[in-house]
Structure formats: structure tokens, C-alpha cells
T-cell receptor, first 114, second 117 residues
């Protein structure tokens, strides 16, 4: 079965640079979520979108923004990168009308800020 | 706010031992509860779920029962294998009754399980 696709899988940036992470949800899923997972930590919810509208907001820094497009894919834009932004970034997706909260995760993008 | 508490790891067991990983939660209303598993270098895989009180989720020999009276969702397996070595996360969602439908998951800190041959 098709899964969530994230690109790139690995990204190395320098401080103060920008980064864009992409997420392609499972076909027919209409809701996407972004999470950040630091080393040895649990995933922290950043933001979610349903039908291109922001649905829920977690601990997303003001330097980050995200959007969902008409084909349901989503992009997380990160500016003025800091060393502390080094983490695994996961995208997850779900189908709102049938979901009771379960989300399906992609393999993640490992961002390293030097 | 919502929170999930699970037992600290690492938990080290011998192959074929019985496994229990405790998980308790705090949430308003009646959340859906999940166990996710994360293998080294990989994403999170949904292991099992329960969406209402007394529901039992099960998958791959793992089980967990939604206990509203004790606000718990403990993960159990009768006989673990080396391949079960991973990090296990308990999580909850309030999407089913929040009206928003796309609430972020609240995770516990994770339990690192190590199974020795």
C-alpha cells in the first residue's frame, strides 16, 4: 500500500539559512500533520491542515510556516535556521471523515543545521 | 492540557518473556488511544488503537485495553522476539470529539525495548 512520502530524506543547512520540507500524503487522505522529533525525544506536534486550511497548531516556531496545496501535499518552510532546529521532521496523514484520530507517518526528513 | 505518561526505559527482556509497558493518560473527554512503534532510523508505525472505553486493540501479538476507570492503556505481549526491539510510544488524540478533526497527537516519552536472544 502507498505510504506517506517525504522529501528530501536528509538535509544539511547552515545557520540562518532556509529549508523547505515536502510531504505527499497517502492517496485520498485530506489531512496532513507535521511533527518535530529531537534526538531521544518524543515527537512534538507542530501544525496540521485540512482542505488547505490550518486546522490545529502546536509548538511551531514563528520562523516556520507551512501550507497545504490543492493536491493535498504540504510544505514546511523553515527560515533563519538555528542549531536547535536539527531534528527529524515527520509528516503524517489521515482521512478526516473516517479517522478517529489515527495518523500514518512518513519516514521523516533528517535536518542537520551546522 | 492533555498528557501521556509511560514507563521509563530501557526495558531489557529475554526472548519469549512476557512484556508489559505501562501507559496512563490525562485528557478532557474521551480520547482515542494509540501505540506507535519506531525502529531505528525509521518513522513511526501505528501498532494498535482503541477509540472507546473497554476497547481492546491488537496487532502482531501485541494487545492493549482502553481502561477509562484507571485512565490507562498498557501494552502487553505474551512472548517477545528479538525483532520486537524498538521504541514504543503511547499516544492520544482528541480529534474524535474536538470538532476540529485534525488535532495533533500527544505522545508519551517513549520506552526503548531491548530483547536479548
Amino acid at each position: 500500500a502507498a505510504g506517506v512520502i517525504q522529501s528530501p530524506r536528509h538535509l544539511i543547512k547552515e545557520k540562518r539559512e532556509t529549508a523547505t520540507l515536502k510531504c505527499y500524503p497517502i492517496p485520498r487522505h485530506d489531512t496532513v500533520y507535521w511533527y518535530q522529533q529531537g534526538p531521544g525525544q518524543d515527537p512534538q506536534f507542530l501544525i496540521s491542515f485540512y482542505e488547505k486550511m490550518q486546522s490545529d497548531k502546536g509548538s511551531i516556531p514563528d520562523r516556520f510556516s507551512a501550507q497545504q496545496f490543492s493536491d493535498y501535499h504540504s510544505e514546511l518552510n523553515m527560515s533563519s535556521l538555528e542549531l536547535g532546529d536539527s531534528a527529524l521532521y515527520f509528516c503524517a496523514s489521515s482521512l478526516r471523515r473516517t479517522s478517529l484520530g489515527e495518523q500514518y507517518f512518513g519516514p521523516g526528513t533528517r535536518l542537520t543545521v551546522t | 492540557g492533555n498528557s501521556v505518561t509511560q514507563m521509563e526505559g530501557p526495558v531489557t527482556l529475554s526472548e519469549e518473556a512476557f512484556l508489559t509497558i505501562n501507559c496512563t493518560y490525562t485528557a478532557t473527554g474521551y480520547p482515542s488511544l494509540f501505540w506507535y512503534v519506531q525502529y531505528p532510523g525509521e518513522g513511526l508505525q501505528l501498532l494498535l488503537k482503541a477509540t472507546k472505553a473497554d476497547d481492546k486493540g491488537s496487532n502482531k501479538g501485541f494487545e492493549a485495553t482502553y481502561r477509562k476507570e484507571t485512565t490507562s492503556f498498557h501494552l502487553e505481549k505474551g512472548s517477545v522476539q528479538v525483532s520486537d526491539s524498538a521504541v514504543y510510544f503511547c499516544a492520544l488524540s482528541t480529534s474524535s470529539y474536538s470538532g476540529g478533526g485534525a488535532d495533533g497527537l500527544t505522545f508519551g516519552k517513549g520506552t526503548h525495548l531491548i530483547i536479548q536472544p
